[in-house]
């Protein structure tokens, strides 16, 4: 227990790195993706990457990592 809590404590004080922000407009790689907005952030302590839910329209919603985003459309 005690090493949850050092841990809690650690990212509580630090800056995580994260690429994008909730509600910033965001692109899969893919050249016929449509565009979404991230609504969800999760960092996966195991692997020590973040994982964005992004939702692309009304109940549609994908969970990408960090590397399948993009700020801007790929033709």
């Known amino acids: 227990m005690n090493?949850?809590?050092?841990?809690?404590?650690?990212?509580?004080t630090c800056n995580m790195n994260?690429?994008?922000?909730i509600g910033d407009?965001?692109?899969h790689v893919t050249p016929?993706?449509?565009k979404g907005v991230i609504v969800e952030i999760n960092f996966?302590?195991?692997?020590?990457?973040?994982l964005?839910?992004?939702a692309t329209g009304w109940n549609t919603e994908f969970i990408c990592?960090?590397?399948?985003?993009?700020d801007s459309k790929k033709f």
């Open 32 to 34: 016929e993706s449509d």
């Open 65 to 70: 990592a960090e590397h399948e985003l993009t």
């Open 44 to 50: 996966v302590f195991s692997t020590n990457k973040f």
């Open 52 to 54: 964005y839910t992004v």
């Open 25 to 27: 407009e965001v692109y």
């Open 18 to 21: 994260n690429r994008f922000e």
């Open 3 to 12: 090493y949850l809590k050092t841990l809690s404590i650690t990212l509580n």
